[in-house]
């Protein structure tokens, strides 16, 4: 394998977008569907509120009868009946009278107000007022929120803690949605070890990609399972076989460039098609996709931060849009705090921290410093027509939080 012609990041993006598949769809109760994508529309079974409700603790009242009520010119109505919530009252109100409500309990039959318990006070069933309500003040309208029959969301939205109610309150026990992806990821490296407290081994290097790509999968609605194996094509070649046959996506960290122990991709060369090796783009230019078994693999650096980035700029909208998510980069401007070389004819992805304003790049740009993609949280893009920016230069940023939405 070699590095030399490189693929642009437009052109592997859609070799990957035409292999774009979605995962199949289940039925799980509403309880567990958080942070997971609607296959179905969201048609409401009910009207919330049900019936027309109190909003205030107080008194159901006609709002007429409370005109022209005031601290100095208090009125008197006859308190003929208590609701609780849960509870109704059959009996209706006329002119004069006032019902005890609770927040949440119908508004009887002839009360078109409520008045908040603060402003009144009480002789046994003989009621004083010293404030006057309009007509529909506190109370909340039968299906001000959701209409029975409407559709109220629509299949392939995301479902967060806000979909949940709404989805509960429609009356569903159960939603469709998309089943999560399942990601095998492959670890290669002979210099790889476990986290460890101990003195490592000359020569060897603790495994952090383990880590880091699996909560990022996670992070990206999968579910993930992780194995290691050295490198040679004998092993690389049989984990890869071994988790086409179970698994939806593939991911490989290390044995992306070109030395001896550079494997990964002759692996996917013999057992499958590459759509591509070598991107045009800083850090990750060694990234490479193929299909093997009609599963999707990407293989990522070993360096630790361009197997992050690569997981960002290629494999997260895959892992989404299979869950049915539709993913975009949400770019927005900042002013660049300095200067940043660059080369023409390469998109870099330069780890930034950025405010409001402002971006400004983490000097330490190489690929194995951890730490700069904990100090930094977003990228500046460095767009391949570009040849850096100057200091003061308004430039491309994506925040890293918004990759999850
Ligand atoms: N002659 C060339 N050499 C290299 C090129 C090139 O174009 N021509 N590309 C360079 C770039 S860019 C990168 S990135 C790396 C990619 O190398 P590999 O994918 O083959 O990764 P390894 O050699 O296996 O490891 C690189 C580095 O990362 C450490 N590593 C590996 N796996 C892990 C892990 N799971 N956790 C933590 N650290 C890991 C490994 O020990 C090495 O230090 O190639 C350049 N070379
Ligand atoms: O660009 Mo390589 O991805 O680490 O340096």
Do not use: C
């Not at 006859?78 to 005890?100: C, P, Q, R, V, Y």
């Not at 405010?355 to 460095?382: P, T």
């Amino acid at each position: 394998m070699f590095l030399s012609k490189l693929d642009s990041i437009s052109n592997a993006l859609k070799l990957i977008s035409d292999n774009q598949k979605l995962t199949e769809v289940e039925e799980i109760p509403i309880v567990e569907a958080h942070k997971r994508v609607l296959a179905e529309d969201i048609i409401s079974f009910h009207d919330s509120p049900p019936f027309d409700k109190s909003a205030m603790d107080g008194f159901a009242v006609i709002a007429k009868d409370t005109f022209g009520a005031s601290q100095s010119n208090p009125k008197t109505l006859k308190i003929i009946d208590s609701i609780g919530a849960g509870d109704f009252s059959d009996k209706s109100l006329t002119n004069e009278k006032a019902i005890l409500i609770a927040t949440g309990a119908p508004i009887p039959k002839g009360a078109n107000a409520v008045l908040m318990k603060e402003f009144t006070t009480k002789n046994r069933d003989e009621l004083t007022i010293y404030s006057q309500v309009t007509p529909g003040e506190n109370v909340s309208p039968k299906s001000e929120d959701i209409k029975k029959g409407e559709k109220i969301l629509s299949k392939n939205t995301f479902i967060r803690y806000q979909e949940m109610g709404l989805i509960a309150s429609a009356g569903y026990d159960s939603v469709v949605v998309f089943k999560k992806p399942k990601v095998k990821l492959i670890v290669t490296g002979n210099e790889l070890v476990d986290p460890t407290k101990e003195e490592i081994d000359k020569a060897k290097i603790i495994n952090s990609n383990k880590y880091t790509i699996k909560a990022m999968a996670e992070d990206s609605g999968a579910i993930i399972q992780t194995t290691y194996v050295g490198d040679s094509f004998k092993e690389v070649k049989e984990a890869i076989l071994d988790a086409s046959n179970d698994y939806d996506v593939i991911i490989t960290t290390g044995g992306t460039a070109i030395s001896e122990g550079d494997v990964v991709l002759d692996v996917v060369d013999d057992i499958g098609e590459i759509l591509f090796h070598g991107v045009s783009i800083r850090p990750g230019k060694p990234i490479g996709a193929g299909i093997v078994n009609e599963k999707m693999i990407f293989t990522f650096s070993g360096q630790p931060v361009a197997a992050m980035s690569q997981f960002d700029i290629f494999a997260r909208k895959y892992l989404f849009e299979m869950q049915g998510r539709h993913f975009d980069f949400h770019i927005t401007k900042r002013q660049s705090q300095l200067k940043i070389p660059s080369s023409l004819g390469r998109t870099d992805f330069v780890r930034a921290v950025s405010d409001d304003n402002y971006a400004k790049h983490v000097l330490n740009r190489g690929s194995g410093i951890i730490r700069s993609m904990v100090e930094a949280n977003s990228y500046i893009i460095i767009d391949e027509n570009d040849e850096g920016y100057q200091k003061g230069d308004i430039v491309d940023v994506i925040f890293f939080d918004s990759l999850l939405w």
